[in-house]
């Protein structure tokens, strides 16, 4: 079983849309939590940061669910700009390699 | 934008053949990192180094090596390239702290025939 596990996509939407991207991670023990964007053929670069009480930053909203080992990613009212890969990032408490990705979940935003 | 590059961007090379992949960054951190990413598939972490002098290997096994003599240089050397080693070859860096965001660099192709 993968450590962090996502959907793959592709999501393909229309303007406007409201999409909703899952990841569930399986060690209890992970500690921070991230959602990364990775547009095609380029580098990842961060998104936002996850906190336990949810956090919002203009038309994303991300959530985490320490109980269910769940992280979501929500996107209103999506743009054309938004097509890339959505990457879910754990860090578990005391390791040493930083971050583990997930494999990421494809939007396509169609106009 | 995030201060650090990677060179070559694009490497294409025959077999046996010894390569380095160039990361620098110009952002005073600690922390550096290697991930090695084949298409529409995760990140794997090959190596990462705390600092100077401090290099450790990732969760992916790699035939590569690396090093840290000074804190903005981190390369990436393969002694004797093979097609198995066809891949994108990402760099990261970080400051020091649980939560600080990693910046990449824009990632070297690199195709071994």
């Known amino acids: 079983r993968k450590e962090v596990e996502q959907d793959p996509g592709p999501f393909n939407v229309p303007e406007g849309a409201t999409v909703a991207f899952n990841c569930t991670y399986s060690?209890?023990?992970?500690?921070?939590f991230f959602w990364y964007r990775q547009d095609c053929r380029k580098e990842p670069k961060l998104l936002m940061s996850v906190y336990s009480s949810g956090n919002e930053d203009g038309r994303f909203t991300a959530q985490l669910n320490r109980a269910s080992q769940y992280i979501s990613l929500l996107i209103r009212d999506s743009k054309l700009s938004d097509s890339a890969t959505y990457l879910c990032?754990?860090?578990?408490?005391?390791?040493?390699?930083?971050?583990?990705f997930g494999s990421g979940t494809q939007l396509t935003v169609l106009p | 934008e995030a201060d650090i590059y990677q060179t070559p961007r694009y490497l294409v090379i025959g077999t046996g053949k010894k390569i380095t992949l160039e990361c620098s960054q110009t952002m005073g951190h600690d922390k550096m990192y290697w991930y090695q990413q084949d298409p529409g598939m995760e990140l794997h972490l090959i190596h990462y180094?705390?600092?100077?002098?401090?290099?450790e290997k990732g969760d992916l096994s790699s035939e590569s090596t690396v090093s840290r003599i000074r804190t903005e240089h981190f390369p990436l050397t393969l002694e004797s390239a093979r097609p198995s080693h066809t891949s994108q070859y990402l760099c990261a860096s970080s400051e020091i702290g649980a939560a600080n965001e990693q910046f990449f660099g824009p990632g070297t192709r690199l195709t071994v025939l």
């Open positions: 180094s705390y600092g100077v002098n401090s290099t």
């Open positions: 990032v754990v860090r578990v408490s005391g390791s040493a390699r930083q971050l583990t």
């Open positions: 060690n209890s023990a992970s500690q921070s």
